[in-house]
């Protein structure tokens, strides 16, 4: 595919997502029907898409329209390309641009500008201040991509030589001593030796300070109560050099956990329901999502008042659920990839009221000018 019809096809799968179709059925189905792209076309139309999504309401406001087409000449004038070579007209790329085309268009203004709703962007300015325009903005761009050395099987430094040997270079992230982010070659990760052997594991850094931040030690009993795909329950048992037990109120979230355990030899049960009492409990709750806009960008687009208020009651219950499986002498930790204070401090706060003799140890935020994810996770004992 020419680069032009590279953007055409971006054009199309942005109509399927404005119409309300998720942004990776769209990408697959739009696949599955042009047989003849190859995969620098699949991942080249995958990258104009999430550049856009990340930038829905400025594109729009440049481009002069809601349609694809208007959204792709938005991206172009907001990079600085001209229009011109993409709307072609040639082979299968967009049909040259009408005189009204040309003329149409605005700068983007308030909450636009920074790409967020109005209604989120007022929460943001509201919970981060003078950080709110700042983290908006970091969510207009791609996130790097992060990577963990496991523990089990190397050290940081062996693993970054393995990947290294292989084509993809890293350097280490202060954020984390297990982090390693990834400078060159991120798509061929998944191919390398060092992967397939479970030397690494994909994980953002923000997400692997959060289980810096835990109070480990080898021997304890650890519940990981939201396991999801299992990325903080594996460095868990990196940590803990023990076993860890993977709970989700969706077991089908952790279907590919076994087999992940196994690569890189942690050990790790899934369970349907946590019986007794742990000396450490995580509960990663479900969440708005915030804090990863950059790799889900529909996320910010998708979410409402309304399920945010419904995730802030599931975050609630959780932690009213999860406090009767902590031991008398352990630590529940409760963290988010949210960038909210409604999900974050105030979570912690109401915990506090509704429950006496619990006290918050520590609590940490980490922000996007960090380097990885907008995260928060705080520490609760009881007193």
Known sequence: ??????????????????EGEPAEKALTTWARKSRYAGSKDRAAIRDHVYDILRNWRSTAALGGGELGRARVLGR??????????????????????????????RTPRGAE??????????????????????????LRHRASVFLRANLLKADRDTAQSALQVEGVETAPHALSKTALEVLEGARRVSQTEAFRTGLVELQDVASQAVVDALPLSKGMRCLDFCA??????????????????????????????????ERANASVTTIAKPRGTYDLVLCDVPCSGSGSWRRAPEGKWRLTPERLAEL???QAGILDEVAAFVGPNGTLAYATCSVLACENEDQINGFLARHSGWAC???????????????????????
């Open 1 to 18: 595919m020419t680069p032009a019809a590279r953007w055409a096809a971006a054009a199309g799968v942005l109509d399927q997502i404005a």
């Open 228 to 261: 999801g795909g299992g990325g903080k329950t594996l460095a868990l048992a990196a940590r803990l050099h023990g076993t860890v037990e993977a709970h989700d109120a969706d077991p089908r979230r952790m279907s590919d956990l076994p087999e992940r355990a």
């Open 76 to 105: 172009l004038r907001q990079t600085g390309d001209d229009p011109d070579t993409v709307f072609t007209g040639e082979g299968y790329a967009l049909e040259p641009l009408s005189d009204e085309e040309r003329v149409a268009g």
């Open 312 to 314: 802030t009651n599931i």
């Open 361 to 383: 140890k520590e609590q940490s935020r980490f922000g996007l000018a960090e380097g990885g994810d907008g995260f928060f996770v705080a520490t609760l004992t009881r007193s």
């Open 113 to 138: 500008a920074v790409d967020l709703p109005d209604w989120l962007f007022d929460l943001f300015v509201a919970d981060l201040s003078e950080k709110a325009t700042e983290t908006a903005e970091a």
